[in-house]
Antibody, heavy 119, light 110 residues
């Protein structure tokens, strides 16, 4: 079964760093892009960026460029979303999802990682 | 404000047909394909329609998608109570160099 499994919920303080993960299984991990999508509480979906595990080619939404880093470790079929200094406004659910191309559709999706940033 | 415009809500009674619209521009829907996702309460989004009108395996043919110019639509026929969910359209935007989503439409089955 093709699936993406994300790391568990996180509670952090403003200014702390964080890296959440997304592990793929059941398919050739290096042949599909992994994208990240943010959903703030009660709000819609926002595309953050996407990475190709085969060569680490990464694209960012202008809204998220410089705010987060998307990484991958293809040896363990895992993609990451990283913050160096969290803000309260980073509180959201974060989803990873697989795609055959940056322009393509996302399928499947991970189950989501809830990040809460509060002092 | 989302780049793609969807109505915030839609409703219908069991068995009815409902449509959800998604309006964009020449840089997104006008030049790229549209995908639709369904998000049931408390769960991750799931692909519902891809490439304007293609259904992934397992999606019933009650769901259909279409695109014309800079707009797209999702139609759901034979509405069922389990169709209550949020529905999102999405497309690549050539100007923003990224995927843009609609704001989502909350479907209520009365």
């Amino acid at each position: 079964e093709v699936q993406l499994v994300q790391s568990g919920a996180e509670v952090k303080k403003p200014g702390e760093s964080l890296k959440i993960s997304c592990k793929g299984s059941g398919y050739s991990f290096t042949n599909y892009w992994i994208g990240w999508v943010r959903q703030m509480p009660g709000k819609g979906l926002e595309w953050m960026g996407i990475i190709y595990p085969g060569d680490s080619d990464t694209r960012y939404s202008p809204s998220f460029q410089g705010q987060v880093t998307i990484l991958v470790d293809k040896s363990i079929s895992t993609a990451y979303l990283q913050w160096s200094s969290l803000k309260a406004s980073d509180t959201a659910m974060y989803y990873c999802a697989a795609s055959s191309s940056p322009l393509g559709w996302f399928d499947p999706w991970g189950q989501g990682t809830l990040v809460t940033v509060a002092s | 404000q989302s780049v793609l415009t969807q109505p915030p809500s839609a409703s219908g009674t069991p068995g009815q047909r409902v449509t959800i619209s998604c309006s964009g521009s020449s840089s997104n829907i006008g030049s790229n394909t549209v995908n639709w996702y369904r998000q049931l309460p408390g769960t991750a989004p799931k692909l519902l329609i891809y490439s304007n009108n293609q259904r992934p395996s397992g999606v019933p043919d009650r769901f259909s998608g279409s695109k014309s110019g800079t707009s797209a639509s999702l139609a759901i026929s034979g509405l069922q109570s389990e169709d209550e969910a949020d529905y999102y359209c999405a497309a690549w935007d050539d100007s923003l160099n990224g995927v843009v989503f609609g704001g989502g439409t909350k479907l209520t089955v009365l």
